[in-house]
């Protein structure tokens, strides 16, 4: 499998001259498996319009463009790219969206093609050229055929959110993003009026329960793509329940389930190149036989 970054921010696009070696292009990755050749990107933030100039270029020479593409959730930083990516206007190509739903009373198409009407954009869903399909995805695993199997999970995240795990040919590639990680959500203040013990020795063993279970869906990947957003102290003190990770989180939790390559991602729009720099001269030694690194656009991995 080939990995490729096309984006690699969260909340908001955040290009610039303090931007430019990381990149500032919100979460779009490249999947690519030989024997045979199959597509499959990972989320529809701004970084697919570059993916889709790229396939443009290059695939559509070839002949019709297919892929499949799995969204992690809804949030706009995930699908605001989706607009721009000029493959959905060529007729012959053909596209599946798979991804999670939060609310019954609107699918997946209706969540994505929204972004597409005169309200937002001089293009409506209905004059897009290329067939798309949209599956609804909950917890589960899906064939692909070709001998690739794709599982999901849930994250803790403020609205529904997945992560994937992709497996072929003996190979896997994991993405945990938008998350953080589960916590006792009851008071465990014994000194508060509303303190329940019972409620609180739960809670921390719901929390724990859960957090092994994504530790075990992510065991034995060679690459890991994991949120890291926030650096541990900025986590705790301003943005609990956010849903997003902190470094010394990942790197602790990632040493005991064989990962192989830890991506670092979702960088929080507001860091600097020079703020990543002095994060990955801190964090990202190799330990334990993981190698740890900061995603970057443009980056390529083969595994």
């Not at 926030?230 to 040493?255: A, C, D, N, P």
Request: with cysteine; aromatic share 12%; proline share 5%.
């Amino acid at each position: 499998m080939k990995i490729k970054f096309w984006g690699v921010r969260g909340s908001i696009p955040c290009p610039g001259a303090k931007t430019w070696k990381y990149g500032g292009n919100t979460p779009c990755i490249e999947l690519r498996t030989k024997d045979p050749e199959r597509l499959i990107i990972i989320d529809a933030g701004s970084g697919i319009r570059e993916l889709g100039n790229y396939l443009m270029a290059h695939d559509l020479p070839k002949g019709p463009i297919k892929a499949d593409i799995f969204l992690s959730h809804t949030h706009w930083d995930h699908i605001m790219g989706f607009p721009f990516f000029t493959p959905i206007y060529i007729p012959g190509n053909q596209f599946t969206v798979y991804g999670p739903v939060s609310f019954e009373d609107e699918t997946l198409k209706d969540i994505i093609g929204g972004q597409l009407t005169y309200r937002y954009f001089p293009i409506r869903q209905d004059e897009l050229a290329a067939k798309i399909d949209y599956i609804d995805l909950k917890e589960g695993i899906i064939d692909l055929g070709d001998g690739i199997t794709v599982r999901s999970t849930y994250l803790n995240h403020p609205v529904l959110c997945l992560g994937y795990r992709f497996e072929h040919h003996g190979k896997v590639f994991c993405t945990a993003y938008d998350t953080e990680p589960f916590r006792n959500v009851f008071c465990t203040d014994p000194n508060d009026p509303s303190y329940d013990e019972g409620m609180a020795i739960e809670g921390d063993l719901v929390a724990a329960e859960e957090n092994q279970r994504l530790s075990d869906f992510l065991s034995g990947s060679d690459l890991l793509v994991h949120d890291a957003q926030y650096t541990q102290e900025e986590y705790e003190t301003t943005r609990l329940g956010w849903g997003h990770s902190s470094f010394e989180y990942v790197i602790s939790m990632t040493k005991d389930i064989n990962v192989k390559k830890l991506a670092l991602f979702h960088h929080e729009p507001m860091r600097s190149d020079d703020e990543l720099d002095q994060l990955a001269e801190k964090y990202c030694a190799k330990q334990d036989e993981i190698e740890i690194f900061i995603a970057k656009e443009g980056m390529d991995i083969e595994i």
